[in-house]
Structures are given as structure tokens and as C-alpha cells.
T-cell receptor, first 113, second 114 residues
Framework: DAKTTQPTSMDCAEGRAANLPCNHS???????VYWYRQIHSQGPQYIIH???NNETNEMASLIITEDRKSSTLILPHATLRDTAVYYC??????????????FGKGTHLIIQP | DGGITQSPKYLFRKEGQNVTLSCEQN?????MYWYRQDPGQGLRLIYY???????QKGDIAEGYSVSREKKESFPLTVTSAQKNPTAFYLC?????????????FGPGTRLTVT
């Protein structure tokens, strides 16, 4: 699976959009980009995933560049409850198998009041 | 209310004792996983299971054992052979196929061994 690079930490003002970048320059054509977040001392929570096209759900939007070498997770109106560690994970869909995920250190997003 | 339960939330043990962490899910998921998290680090995969009575080692299986006798349950035993057992342990489940990487996590068990 491709390696990902994320900033260690970021700040964002409450009510503003939080844009979290992820670099995955070695991604291959059949690898998906997944985003999870982990609020302190809790289990991680799935946010969104995508392959090529931009995706949006009730939690966030995922923008993937045309060359797929990087992506941005967007939280449109950040609240204090969005303070968490955000993990970007690249994973190949293995056609039926479920063999776990690899979580790096992620980005610690701090929402400032 | 569907979800994953882990118990207990905090667990304290003396060195040299085996300890079993519970994980139950009522999401009807086929796959279940155990991860370990150390302070300031990401999660590392210990074991996973795709079907009852079958499981596979993850990246750091040494010193751990699991069983999968029922679809809903995937207990993890931390044995005395695990050199650094103090950690935050997380259980997860998912469907198979394209949903496999949309994993649902439990609240975790924080194990302290002294």
C-alpha cells in the first residue's frame, strides 16, 4: 500500500472550514484513499473514502487531485467537537478480503474557539 | 442500538498474568480486528478474523492469542509472553468486500501491567 504524509498538527478557527492535506505520491490505480478520525481516548471513526472522484457526505468532503498524488479532507464548518487526530490511509481493495488497516500518526487538528 | 462493545474500559494486571479483553459486535459483520495503540502513535494490527473459527496474524501478533467461536465475539488474550503489554487496545469490525475498510471501532480497553 502507498505511503501517506500528513502534517503533524494544524489549527483552525471554530466555524471556518478545516482543510487537511494528505500526500500519497506513490498511490497506484486501484488504491482508495480513506479518512478516519480519533477523538482523544476513543476508538477511531470512519469519515469518508474515495478513488478518483471527489466525494461528499454529511461529515466531510474529500477532494482528490487529478493525478491522485494528494488529497484534502474538508470539514466545512469546524466545531470544537472536531478536535481530533485525523488519519489518511491508502488501501487497495483486495476483492473480498478484510485484512486490516495501517494507521500512521495522523494530523492533530485543534479547533480554536 | 447497534455497535461494538469492549470491556472493561480500564484493566490492571500484574506482570506474568494472562489477561483476556472482551469484544462483542451486533452489526452482523463478518470481519473483526484487534489493534494496539501506544501513546502518540497510530494503531497497529494484532489479529484479524474474516470468518468464524478462522483468524490471521497481523503485524504484531507475538505474545497475543485470539479465538472466534461466534460471529459476534472476538476476545483477545494478552499473554505473559508479551513484553510490553501496557497499551490502549481497540477492537473493530467490518463487512467483507468493498465495505472492508469502513471499520467500526469499539471504545477501547486501556490495559496497565505493573
Amino acid at each position: 500500500d502507498a505511503k501517506t504524509t500528513q502534517p503533524t498538527s494544524m489549527d483552525c478557527a471554530e466555524g471556518r472550514a478545516a482543510n487537511l492535506p494528505c500526500n500519497h505520491s506513490t498511490i497506484s490505480g486501484n488504491e482508495y484513499v480513506y479518512w478516519y478520525r480519533q477523538i482523544h481516548s476513543q476508538g477511531p471513526q470512519y469519515i469518508i473514502h474515495g478513488l478518483k472522484n471527489n466525494e461528499t457526505n454529511e461529515m466531510a468532503s474529500l477532494i482528490i487531485t487529478e493525478d491522485r498524488k494528494s488529497s484534502t479532507l474538508i470539514l466545512p464548518h469546524a466545531t470544537l467537537r472536531d478536535t481530533a487526530v485525523y488519519y489518511c490511509i491508502v488501501r487497495r481493495y483486495s476483492g473480498g478480503g478484510a485484512d486490516g488497516l495501517t494507521f500512521g500518526k495522523g494530523t492533530h487538528l485543534i479547533i480554536q474557539p | 442500538d447497534g455497535g461494538i462493545t469492549q470491556s472493561p474500559k480500564y484493566l490492571f494486571r500484574k506482570e506474568g498474568q494472562n489477561v483476556t479483553l472482551s469484544c462483542e459486535q451486533n452489526l452482523n459483520h463478518d470481519a473483526m480486528y484487534w489493534y494496539r495503540q501506544d501513546p502518540g502513535q497510530g494503531l497497529r494490527l494484532i489479529y484479524y478474523s474474516q470468518i468464524v473459527n478462522d483468524f490471521q496474524k497481523g503485524d504484531i501478533a507475538e505474545g497475543y492469542s485470539v479465538s472466534r467461536e461466534k460471529k459476534e465475539s472476538f476476545p483477545l488474550t494478552v499473554t505473559s509472553a508479551q513484553k510490553n503489554p501496557t497499551a490502549f487496545y481497540l477492537c473493530a469490525s467490518s463487512s467483507m468486500g468493498q465495505g472492508a475498510y469502513e471499520q467500526y471501532f469499539g471504545p477501547g480497553t486501556r490495559l496497565t501491567v505493573t
